[in-house]
């Protein structure tokens, strides 16, 4: 199946407008300790509000979206996240905020299952595809500190009804664009449904690659949540060095992405997977015993790098594991799965505090070890684009290759 490049850069633009507003959760939590005088622990809830709906979430939308195609969702998915995150400013008591930020998770959850499926068929065979709509959710994040430093930092609280417009302005292109391109895609999706009805699920492959993809997201968080501290306190680096380590985290997770993609292009998907768990296992490492922050900061660009080779691979290899049931696939691997390196955070914090910060990432260390070892179990199996392609033998549908 080609790719649509068309139609993935439309989905992928919805991914940047998407997690805008992911993004911008985290970086109006400053301005609600200042302006309202909100505690640690008040600002922890706040933010759990969106990360915790959003994940837990996921696998609800997932299974509504596999019973019958809802597009709909994708910009009702950025509406409300956007409403949400524009509401904080116009309520008042931790509640009411507590309620909104929420309301943006529930928005997010709904939008990452029906897009990714959009874009898995949108990507056809290519892997590269899917990292670009991956990265285009990266780069929303990105982009969100920026928007609120402008709109909040010059009008307060009582601007953050200006942040509405993105998702204002993306659902009426997606509207525009879906009654064009109607036909052509409910066509298109009747095909896709007829071949998938031949393919079987393989529930205890997707199990096997669900622990996988647990055991990368509880390093991932270790690091997101402590590498500026472990620059700061353990190598005495300065609060700048801190937030540049961090910032190049983030940076090298996008261009490992679309290495990743690149890469199962070119050598297939497992190489890809298992050359991104062993060279993060290296990378990692030279995290955890850095001598010095020049070496922290080389090790942490390796480390975004390589733990983010097998992030696209992992969606489609999740989709073709369930075929019948891809939004189902990518929201408890991006939502359910994900979460729980952000579960484990608090158990993190408390080894910290008795160990030190080397401690937690040798903890760390440890889960992607199994996590790598998980990875070189997973089959591979045959895309649905390429099974529709297959021409089946002796009169008996064509079999998926493992």
Request: a positive charge; hydrophobic letters at 50%; aromatic letters at 8%.
């Amino acid at each position: 199946m080609p790719i649509k490049k068309a139609q993935l850069a439309f989905l992928t633009s919805t991914h940047t407008v998407n997690d805008l507003y992911q993004g911008a959760v985290p970086a109006l939590l400053p301005y609600l300790m200042v302006q309202r005088g909100y505690s640690y622990t008040a600002i922890s809830g706040i933010a759990l509000a969106v990360t915790g709906l959003s994940t837990a979430f996921q696998p609800l939308f997932g299974l509504l979206a596999d019973r019958r195609p809802r597009g709909w969702l994708v910009p009702v998915g950025f509406l409300t996240a956007g409403a949400g995150v524009s509401a904080v400013g116009l309520v008042h008591g931790y509640v009411l905020t507590w309620l909104c930020v929420a309301l943006a998770g529930v928005g997010l959850a709904a939008f990452h299952p029906p897009a990714t499926s959009e874009a898995r068929v949108a990507a056809g065979r290519s892997q590269k595809g899917m990292s670009v709509f991956s990265v285009g959710g990266t780069f929303g994040a990105s982009l969100a500190p920026a928007l609120v430093t402008v709109v909040v930092g010059s009008m307060g609280l009582s601007g953050t009804p200006l942040l509405i417009m993105p998702a204002v302005v993306m659902a009426v292109l997606w509207v525009l664009r879906r009654l064009r391109s109607r036909r052509t895609e409910t066509a298109a999706a009747a095909g896709v449904q007829a071949v998938v009805a031949h393919v079987p699920d393989e529930w205890r492959s997707f199990g096997r690659l669900v622990a996988v993809v647990v055991g990368w997201s509880v390093p991932y968080v270790s690091i997101t949540a402590l590498v500026s501290l472990h620059a700061q306190r353990t190598l005495h680096a300065g609060s700048g060095a801190g937030a540049a380590v961090l910032t190049s985290f983030t940076a090298a997770g996008a261009v490992g992405t679309l290495a990743g993609g690149w890469v199962a292009d070119r050598w297939g998907r497992l190489r890809a997977v298992r050359a991104g768990y062993l060279l993060g296992i290296l990378a990692l490492a030279g995290v955890l015993w850095s001598p010095s922050f020049a070496v922290l900061e080389v090790c942490t660009l390796l480390c975004g790098v390589t733990m983010f080779l097998p992030f696209a691979p992992q969606v489609t290899l999740a989709q073709d594991y369930l075929p019948n049931r891809p939004g189902t696939a990518s929201g408890l691997t991006l939502g359910l799965a994900m979460s729980v390196g952000g579960l484990t955070s608090p158990l993190f914090g408390v080894l910290a505090d008795a160990q030190g910060l080397r401690a937690v990432f040798a903890a760390a260390l440890a889960v992607f070890v199994l996590a790598a070892c998980l990875a070189f179990r997973l089959p591979d199996r045959r895309p649905v684009a390429e099974s529709a392609a297959a021409e089946p033998a002796d009169g008996e549908p064509a079999r998926t290759g493992a």
